[in-house]
């Protein structure tokens, strides 16, 4: 008898989850995307720049002490090459470049605590986790896909009267989601307009929203000689990397990013490289204490920028995450 009841209101159960309606597409999603859709360029990218850009200045500002961060970065070998570089402006963000300088000697001197030679070198540079910023920006790619999606079936002129236009790789992960009749008028649009776009717009409608930062070739920091040969690569990063500056003003010194380092036979130097980085990182840490006098030397200044450098290198090709499964969109 109570079987009997449980089966019918676990059937009725399943009837009614089967006719529930889609859950409504969240309001303040909604109005950020037309809000998107309002000006030039790909909505999601926009929103995803933006989130980008409110992340790495928060992190620096609030979690560099925070142990957890730390764990996890550790985990993570830090931040994918794009999201390392992206330290410099998020730096300037919150107008110190300590917090940088923390994240980044905590690793280093893990990479050099446990990595007695290059095989360990190699194995420490296999991130067990993936780069956080790309992790919570592909969870918010999601949800911008299905509200977009949503909208889009809702309000299908957007697409036909809005200045904004998704990118290519956004626009493909899209269509799938939407009727065809959505994918023609995208198609239509772009024909139209890519003959006014300038270089820069054509390059972020083909791959993908610019980085946020790229090295800046005219400055170096230092110079990985083998970053430096690296023939170019595909995708997203390469394209934009194709466009930054490349002028070497003066000559810098050289040393190895630690993806090339260890591959370098006989691979020695590294360490030795590595303890006088860790060196001037803890001197320009020091020099923060308002107890400090004195002065830093031009490449204790410049530590926590050599320290974005030593991990990820200036191309996107031997970081740890990009040595074993180069960058896509
Ligand atoms: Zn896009
Ligand atoms: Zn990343
Ligand atoms: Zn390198």
């Given at each position: 008898m109570v079987e009997g009841v449980q089966q019918r209101a676990l059937e009725l159960f399943r009837r009614l989850a089967r006719q529930a309606p889609r859950p409504a597409l969240d309001r303040w999603l909604a109005a950020r995307l037309r809000e998107a859709f309002?000006?030039?360029?790909c909505p999601l990218c926009r929103l995803l720049e933006e989130k980008e850009r409110r992340l790495l200045p928060a992190l620096l500002w609030e979690?560099?002490?925070d142990p957890a961060t730390a764990a996890r970065l550790v985990a993570s070998r830090g931040f994918c090459w794009e999201h390392a570089w992206a330290l410099v402006p998020a730096g300037a963000a919150v107008h110190s470049h300590l917090g940088v300088a923390l994240l980044l000697e905590r690793l280093l001197r893990d990479a050099y605590r446990t990595c007695p030679d290059q095989a360990a070198l190699d194995d420490w540079l296999?991130?067990?986790?993936?780069?956080p910023v790309c992790q919570w920006l592909a969870e918010a790619e999601q949800t911008l896909l299905q509200g977009a999606a949503e909208l889009l079936r809702h309000d299908p002129l957007l697409l036909r009267t809005q200045p904004g236009l998704p990118c290519r790789p956004h626009a493909a992960a899209l269509f799938p989601l939407l009727p065809a009749a959505l994918r023609r008028t995208w198609e239509a649009r772009c024909t139209a307009a890519c003959a006014t776009w300038a270089p820069d717009d054509q390059l972020a409608h083909a791959f993908g929203r610019r980085p946020w930062a790229l090295p800046v070739f005219s400055q170096?920091?230092?110079?990985c000689p083998d970053c430096s040969a690296a023939p170019s690569g595909d995708g997203r990063l390469w394209q934009w990397l194709g466009t930054a500056e490349r002028v070497v003003a003066q000559p810098a010194p050289a040393e190895q990013c630690l993806g090339h380092a260890c591959q370098t036979?006989?691979?020695?130097?590294w360490r030795s490289d590595l303890r006088q980085l860790l060196d001037d990182l803890a001197a320009f840490i020091a020099?923060?204490?308002?107890?400090f006098r004195g002065a830093l030397t031009p490449a204790q200044r410049t530590s926590w920028l050599r320290a974005i450098a030593r991990l990820?290198?200036?191309?996107?090709?031997?970081g740890a995450h990009e040595r074993r499964a180069p960058p896509t969109v």
């Open positions: 309002a000006l030039p360029g979690q560099v002490n296999r991130p067990r986790a993936p780069c170096p920091p230092e110079h036979v006989p691979g020695e130097r020099a923060h204490d308002y107890r990820v290198g200036t191309v996107p090709a031997a």
